[in-house]
């Protein structure tokens, strides 16, 4: 007996689904083929291109997309998906920590030199309004960088230019002689 192509097992599977595991489930395709449309929002005009740079496994799988990057700043965008949705409806907190995380430390490699790296040491999150669906962006900046620390502080806004989070955190810098 002949077993299935993968696609047409996917197929029956996909029948006996409900419509919210259905929604799941297109959700994860989403983030797989990582073609999440790009809205345009308060920050420009027309949406930039993705340029794709990885931010790092998670921030991929996520679709978090690096819009702009500077020595000591670094801005980030990431759509909602709902499957992210916690059980009260609202985006996990956990994500929106994960978009911060990924800009502070993109915020600081910019200033290091090539073999140098960081990695968050604290980062204090104050969640200000909900989010259910849209875009965010988060704008990070770092505030003072010494010879192994970097401070960093950010903003998330949503597509409506409101704030939805503010952030402070501490990179530890790992120079080319440091043992990790």
Request: proline share 6%; with cysteine; aromatic share 6%.
């Amino acid at each position: 007996m002949n077993e299935p192509e993968p696609r047409q097992k996917l197929r029956a599977a996909v029948e006996t689904l409900s419509e919210e595991r259905a929604q799941t489930l297109l959700g994860w395709l989403r983030m797989m083929r990582r073609d999440a449309p790009e809205p345009a929002g308060p920050f420009d005009e027309e949406p930039l291109p993705i340029r794709g740079e990885s931010v790092g496994p998670l921030g991929d799988m996520l679709g978090i997309v690096v819009e702009q990057k500077s020595p000591g700043r670094a801005r980030l965008r990431l759509t909602v998906d709902p499957t992210w949705n916690n059980p009260n409806g609202v985006l996990h907190g956990g994500v929106v920590y994960t978009l911060i995380d990924y800009s502070m430390g993109g915020a600081v490699r910019q200033s290091l030199s090539e073999g140098e790296h960081c990695a968050t040491i604290q980062a204090q999150v104050n969640y200000l309004i909900s989010v259910r669906e849209g875009t965010l962006w988060v704008d990070t900046t770092v505030i003072k960088q010494g010879q192994n620390i970097a401070f960093t502080e950010s903003k998330v806004w949503d597509n409506s230019a409101r704030l939805v989070a503010t952030a402070s955190g501490s990179m530890f810098i790992f120079r080319q002689n440091d043992q990790e």
